[in-house]
């Protein structure tokens, strides 16, 4: 019997979090923190000021609820939809307990984060993850998990190809445990994503709430409807469920999550505990109702939006890199040569990409100029590019140009102008090159192939010839920029010759117990003095030539490669602040 049980809303598995301890502020999504919380058994909570308040005549029992003499283990996976508010150990777990239940709740939470992340080893949070799982003295009897916010609309393979290796690994070591899928909530009404594609809140849970009912009921697990409750709460109460951010729990969002899983997971009646918390029992009331409507009913996916995940499944894209990783100079310190790939000079002069700086309005900068003196293509908008667009930007008489560039992403800081930050001198917080590729392949002189080929080429045009002695990245993560690259020079723009020590291959080098790591010390931006968080470099030897192309193999992964039109395989995309240039 399929066990799709209805919960309500709160996010409280795999998210996107890290290893936070209780008690304190929830980190916030971009902060990359963090955090495994433990709520011991016998842990507390601070009474609230005001009485428990029983908030219905609750049932007269639930002839299905699990046996109170039985202490459980209890591990929630997810991001900060399960970690704000210390949702696992501080709403859910002194629930729990007020039922008379023996717990010890558990959170693996990374911002963020992904199913298919925690399920791979390779990954930070997957390897605390396998090592939890693998412990003999500690064995979970329910696990819940959460998926990215809307990962099951946008890219529905890999969320559902996520959850079966995420049950394969929690069985293969805890084989009675039990998995519990928390389904999570439409954003709020006002968030940019749902204004700009005409989604309402409504219809954004009820697609998640099909994409969970299907793999559920593929994999024969429980869901808790978290989403369903949100739903409910929001059309039967005034209650206020978001974040300042639209998207994110308030604490009551925090709570009806909590109560749903709680229902889901002991099947009891949320009316049959008596527990405020520091919920305010006119709010309790509220969440209570909704909670146990969805208890009650369950949560039925509209016939208009049911969908089956049977044969729905990710498979990587396929790529031959052609790199010796062996051969791979990743710099732990910056070289003694200048940054090239930004031109700074004492004038007043703006327009036609030179840019004021904020500290010094007389003093103005903007990246390589190449043979057009300007930086890049202006002419352009957001999200898809027109032919004429995508062949103006592909032109390499621009200081940096892009073949292989579909649409660029419209909801991050500066992404209008997303080809020109890629080489403008600013790593600081504003500005992000933020752009997706087509599904075709290039060569390396920018030609369609069928065969062995680049998703993308980013070339540099320095105008003149230079030496170069190294390159890469600045930026706020190692995940945002190509994950699988070759970098080739050339004098006229034609001929190009591979530079081995600037190609890497991070999936290759994972697979070897390798990482790309930074170089030390953090060189200040020269608009604001701002440093990056990650500066990753590689060796170019001190090579000649006019020009630098970047050949692409596999992407970054943005995080919201939630836009529904952009294509399923993602990533094949950069989300990242600036290329950088060490030469003379």
Same mark, same amino acid.
């Given at each position: 019997? @399929? @066990?799709? #049980?209805?919960?309500?809303?709160?996010?409280?598995?795999?998210?996107?979090?890290?290893?936070?301890?209780?008690?304190?502020?929830?980190?916030?999504?971009?902060?990359?923190?963090?955090?495994?919380?433990?709520?011991?058994?016998?842990?507390?909570?601070? /009474?609230?000021?005001?009485?428990?308040?029983?908030?219905?005549?609750?049932?007269?029992? +639930?002839?299905? =609820?699990?046996?109170?003499?039985?202490?459980?283990?209890?591990?929630?996976?997810?991001?900060?939809?399960?970690?704000?508010?210390? #949702?696992?150990?501080?709403?859910?777990?002194?629930?729990?307990? =007020?039922?008379?239940?023996?717990?010890?709740?558990? /959170?693996?939470?990374?911002?963020?984060?992904?199913?298919?992340?925690?399920?791979?080893?390779?990954?930070?949070?997957?390897?605390?993850?396998?090592?939890?799982?693998?412990?003999?003295?500690?064995?979970?009897?329910?696990?819940?998990?959460?998926?990215?916010?809307?990962?099951?609309?946008?890219?529905?393979?890999?969320?559902?190809?996520?959850?079966? +290796?995420?049950?394969?690994?929690?069985?293969?070591?805890? &084989?009675?445990?039990?998995?519990?899928?928390?389904?999570?909530?439409?954003?709020?009404?006002? %968030?940019?994503?749902?204004?700009?594609?005409?989604?309402?809140?409504?219809?954004?849970?009820?697609?998640?709430?099909?994409?969970?009912?299907?793999?559920?009921?593929?994999? +024969?697990?429980?869901?808790?409807?978290?989403?369903?409750?949100?739903?409910?709460?929001?059309? %039967?109460?005034?209650?206020?469920?978001?974040?300042?951010?639209?998207?994110?729990?308030?604490?009551?969002?925090?709570?009806?999550?909590?109560?749903?899983?709680?229902?889901?997971?002991?099947?009891?009646?949320?009316?049959?505990?008596?527990?405020?918390?520091?919920?305010?029992?006119?709010?309790?009331?509220?969440? @209570?109702?909704?909670?146990?409507?969805?208890?009650?009913?369950?949560?039925?996916?509209?016939?208009?939006?049911?969908?089956?995940?049977?044969?729905?499944?990710?498979?990587?894209?396929?790529?031959?890199?052609?790199?010796?990783?062996?051969?791979?100079?990743?710099?732990?310190?910056? &070289?003694?040569?200048?940054?090239?790939?930004?031109?700074?000079?004492?004038?007043?002069?703006?327009?036609?990409?030179?840019?004021?700086?904020?500290?010094?309005? !007389? @003093?103005? *900068?903007?990246?390589?100029?190449?043979?057009?003196?300007?930086?890049?293509?202006?002419?352009?908008?957001?999200?898809?590019?027109?032919?004429?667009?995508?062949?103006?930007?592909?032109?390499?008489?621009?200081?940096?140009?892009?073949?292989?560039?579909?649409?660029?992403? /419209? +909801?991050?800081?500066?992404?209008?102008?997303?080809?020109?930050?890629?080489?403008?001198?600013?790593?600081?917080?504003?500005?992000?090159? =933020?752009?997706?590729?087509?599904?075709?392949?290039?060569?390396?002189?920018?030609?369609?192939? !069928?065969?062995?080929?680049?998703?993308?080429?980013?070339?540099?045009?320095?105008?003149?010839?230079?030496?170069?002695?190294?390159?890469?990245? *600045?930026?706020?993560?190692?995940?945002? *920029?190509?994950?699988?690259?070759?970098?080739?020079?050339?004098?006229?723009?034609?001929?190009?010759?591979?530079?081995?020590?600037?190609?890497?291959? !991070?999936?290759?080098?994972?697979?070897?117990?390798?990482?790309?790591?930074?170089?030390?010390?953090?060189?200040?931006? &020269?608009?604001?003095?701002?440093? =990056?968080?990650?500066?990753?470099? *590689?060796?170019?030897?001190?090579?000649?030539?006019?020009?630098?192309?970047?050949?692409?193999?596999?992407?970054?992964?943005?995080?919201?490669?939630?836009?529904?039109?952009? &294509?399923?395989?993602?990533?094949?995309?950069?989300?990242?602040?600036?290329?950088?240039?060490?030469?003379?």
């Amino acid at each position: 019997m @399929k @066990k799709i #049980m209805s919960v309500m809303m709160s996010v409280i598995l795999f998210c996107s979090c890290g290893l936070v301890s209780c008690g304190t502020a929830a980190p916030q999504e971009s902060s990359g923190t963090s955090a495994l919380t433990t709520a011991p058994a016998d842990a507390t909570t601070a /009474a609230s000021t005001e009485a428990d308040t029983a908030v219905t005549e609750p049932p007269a029992q +639930d002839p299905d =609820a699990r046996d109170t003499g039985l202490p459980l283990n209890i591990l929630f996976v997810g991001n900060s939809y399960t970690y704000y508010n210390d #949702m696992p150990t501080q709403i859910f777990a002194p629930i729990a307990r =007020a039922a008379g239940y023996d717990v010890t709740v558990r /959170a693996l939470t990374e911002g963020g984060h992904h199913l298919w992340e925690f399920a791979d080893e390779l990954d930070a949070q997957g390897k605390i993850l396998h090592s939890l799982l693998k412990t003999q003295w500690q064995k979970y009897d329910v696990v819940v998990i959460q998926e990215q916010s809307n990962t099951p609309i946008s890219n529905p393979a890999r969320f559902y190809t996520g959850v079966r +290796d995420l049950k394969e690994l929690i069985l293969a070591h805890n &084989p009675d445990a039990e998995i519990v899928l928390y389904a999570t909530w439409g954003y709020q009404t006002g %968030h940019e994503s749902l204004t700009k594609y005409g989604k309402t809140t409504q219809e954004m849970e009820m697609k998640l709430r099909a994409a969970y009912t299907a793999i559920a009921e593929e994999l +024969d697990l429980t869901v808790a409807y978290a989403g369903a409750g949100m739903t409910y709460a929001l059309e %039967h109460s005034s209650v206020g469920l978001y974040n300042a951010d639209r998207t994110h729990p308030s604490l009551a969002g925090s709570a009806i999550a909590a109560w749903t899983i709680f229902s889901t997971i002991f099947r009891v009646h949320p009316d049959r505990v008596d527990h405020t918390g520091d919920i305010t029992p006119s709010v309790l009331t509220s969440i @209570k109702e909704a909670v146990a409507y969805v208890y009650e009913n369950g949560a039925p996916v509209d016939p208009a939006y049911q969908t089956s995940s049977e044969g729905v499944a990710y498979a990587a894209p396929a790529y031959t890199s052609g790199i010796d990783i062996s051969k791979t100079v990743n710099l732990t310190k910056t &070289p003694t040569s200048s940054i090239i790939s930004y031109i700074t000079r004492d004038s007043a002069e703006t327009g036609n990409g030179w840019q004021k700086l904020k500290s010094n309005a !007389a @003093k103005t *900068f903007s990246g390589i100029r190449g043979d057009k003196d300007r930086i890049a293509a202006t002419d352009y908008g957001a999200r898809d590019l027109t032919e004429a667009q995508k062949a103006d930007i592909a032109d390499i008489g621009y200081g940096v140009s892009v073949i292989g560039m579909r649409s660029i992403r /419209a +909801d991050k800081k500066g992404s209008t102008t997303a080809v020109e930050n890629l080489v403008n001198g600013h790593w600081g917080t504003s500005f992000m090159a =933020a752009m997706f590729f087509d599904d075709q392949l290039y060569d390396i002189h920018g030609n369609v192939t !069928a065969g062995d080929g680049f998703t993308g080429l980013i070339t540099l045009n320095f105008g003149e010839k230079r030496t170069f002695d190294a390159i890469g990245y *600045f930026s706020g993560s190692l995940e945002g *920029f190509p994950q699988v690259q070759e970098v080739y020079v050339s004098d006229d723009g034609i001929s190009w010759t591979k530079v081995e020590s600037a190609c890497y291959d !991070a999936i290759a080098m994972a697979r070897e117990g390798k990482k790309l790591v930074s170089v030390a010390g953090k060189p200040a931006d &020269p608009w604001n003095g701002n440093t =990056a968080a990650e500066r990753c470099l *590689f060796d170019m030897g001190g090579v000649s030539g006019k020009y630098i192309r970047i050949g692409i193999r596999i992407g970054g992964d943005v995080d919201s490669v939630s836009l529904e039109q952009l &294509p399923a395989q993602s990533p094949q995309c950069i989300n990242t602040r600036e290329i950088v240039v060490y030469g003379s």
